[in-house]
C-alpha cells in the first residue's frame, strides 16, 4: 500500500484543511510538487499580539478568538488565500502561541513547500509535545493534534533520505487511534469532523474501497465554514457530481468573495465541465475566473499560480479546439524566474 505525501497531503494532515491547494483536475495522488524556500511578500510585518484562548477552532455560533496571531494565520491562509500574510502571522505565532500544536502544524507548510524536512520533522515533534500539554486541560484537542503531529513525522518519513511507507505507515495506524480517542470524547465536535472528514479525502483518492462520500458526511458537521465546503468541493469534484461541487464552491465564495482560491476552483469546475461536455459557455466563463483569481496572485503559493495558467491554457485550447500540449511546464518556468521563492513573486508570466 502506498501513500503519497504531497504539499497538499501534508497540509491535509497538518492543519485540518486539507488539500487547500488541490482542488485541481488531477486526482491528489498525482501531485507531488517541490517548491523552492519561502521568501514572504514585502508587505509590512503585521502587529505583535497575544492569544487570550486555546479554541482555534470556535465552535458554530461562537466568536472566533480576537488577537490571536494564530487564529489570523488561519483566516490569511484559508478564508482570504494570502499565504504571505499567513505567513508573516505564524511567524509571530510561534513566539506568543507556544502552546498551541496547530502553530506548529500550520507552520509546516512552508519547510515542506521548500524541501526543508528536517524542519518538518521538528515542528511534527513540536505539535506533538504541545498536544501533549493539552492533554490535562483539553484531551479532545491533545489527542487530535497528537495525530496531526505523528500525521507530520509520516510524511518526513517519506521524504527523508532513505525513507520509505513502511515508517509513514507505522504512524499512520498511531494517527487513527489518537483520532479514535478524539471522536469517542465528542463526535460531534467541529474542529474534529474538520480534521477527520479532510483525512478521509485524502485516504479516498490513496486507499483502494475508501469512500468519499463518508469524508463528505464528516465535513457537513465541520466548521469553519469555508472550510468544510471547501472539502465538499473537492469529494463531490472527484465524484463528478458537478452540480453538487458548484453549489458548494458558489456557498464557499458568498462566505470569502475575497478569496482568489475560490474563484480559481470555480474556474476550474466550469473548465472541467466545459471540456467534458463541449460547453463553450463554460470554457469562456472560466477562462474569465482564471484570469481574475491570477490578479491576486501576490498571496498565492507558487503552486496554485502555476496550476491556473495550466488550466486556463487547457480551457483556451478547448475553447480553440487546438492542442493543449504547451500547457504544461508552468510550475518550472515559475521556479526558474523566482529562485529561493514560494510565495510573493517578482517575475511572472503575462497573460495573452
Do not use: W
Not at 480576537?66 to 499567513?86: H, I
Not at 493539552?134 to 510524511?155: D, H, S
Not at 474501497?209 to 466548521?223: R, S
Not at 477562462?287 to 507558487?302: N, P, R, T, V, W
Amino acid at each position: 500500500m502506498k501513500f503519497n505525501f504531497s504539499v497538499r497531503t501534508l497540509l491535509a494532515l497538518a492543519t485540518g484543511v486539507a488539500l487547500t491547494q488541490s482542488a485541481i483536475v488531477a486526482p491528489i495522488s498525482q501531485f507531488n510538487p517541490t517548491i523552492t524556500p519561502v521568501v514572504a511578500g514585502a508587505k509590512p510585518a503585521p502587529k505583535l499580539v497575544k492569544p487570550n484562548s486555546n479554541m482555534v477552532f470556535p465552535a458554530a455560533g461562537s466568536k472566533p478568538r480576537q488577537g490571536s496571531n494564530v487564529e489570523r494565520a488561519k483566516e490569511a491562509m484559508f478564508r482570504d488565500g494570502n499565504y504571505a500574510k499567513a505567513k508573516q502571522y505564524l511567524d509571530l505565532a510561534l513566539k506568543t502561541e507556544p502552546n498551541e500544536p496547530l502553530t506548529y502544524a500550520m507552520s509546516t507548510l512552508y519547510p515542506f513547500s521548500a524541501g526543508d524536512f528536517e524542519k518538518v520533522k521538528v515542528y511534527g515533534d513540536k505539535t506533538t509535545k504541545a498536544a501533549e500539554r493539552l492533554m490535562k486541560t483539553n484531551p479532545l484537542r491533545g489527542n487530535l493534534y497528537q495525530g496531526v503531529g505523528l500525521a507530520i513525522l509520516g510524511a518526513y518519513e517519506m521524504k527523508k533520505a532513505n525513507g520509505g511507507a513502511l515508517g509513514a505507515l507505522s504512524k499512520l495506524q498511531m494517527v487513527f487511534e489518537y483520532m479514535d480517542k478524539a471522536k469517542k470524547l465528542d463526535p460531534n465536535n467541529s474542529e474534529l469532523n474538520l480534521i477527520k472528514g479532510y483525512m478521509d479525502l485524502l485516504l479516498a483518492v490513496n486507499v483502494p474501497f475508501a469512500d468519499t462520500n463518508q469524508a463528505i458526511e464528516q465535513l457537513k458537521n465541520a466548521q469553519p465554514r469555508y472550510l468544510a465546503l471547501r472539502g465538499m468541493y473537492i469529494g463531490h469534484r472527484d465524484l463528478k457530481e458537478y452540480d453538487k461541487a458548484n453549489n458548494a464552491i458558489d456557498a464557499a465564495r458568498k462566505i470569502a468573495p475575497q478569496n482568489p482560491e475560490f474563484t480559481y476552483y470555480k474556474a476550474q469546475l466550469l473548465g472541467i465541465r466545459g471540456r467534458e461536455q463541449r460547453n463553450d459557455n463554460d470554457l469562456r466563463e472560466s477562462i474569465k475566473l482564471f484570469e481574475s483569481a491570477y490578479q491576486k496572485h501576490d498571496g498565492l503559493l507558487l503552486s496554485t499560480i502555476a496550476q491556473i495558467l495550466s488550466e486556463r491554457c487547457q480551457a483556451k485550447s478547448s475553447l480553440a479546439q487546438t492542442n493543449s500540449d504547451a500547457c504544461y511546464g508552468f510550475e518550472a518556468q515559475l521556479k526558474q524566474d523566482n529562485p529561493n521563492l514560494v510565495i510573493g513573486l517578482t517575475s511572472l508570466p503575462a497573460l495573452n
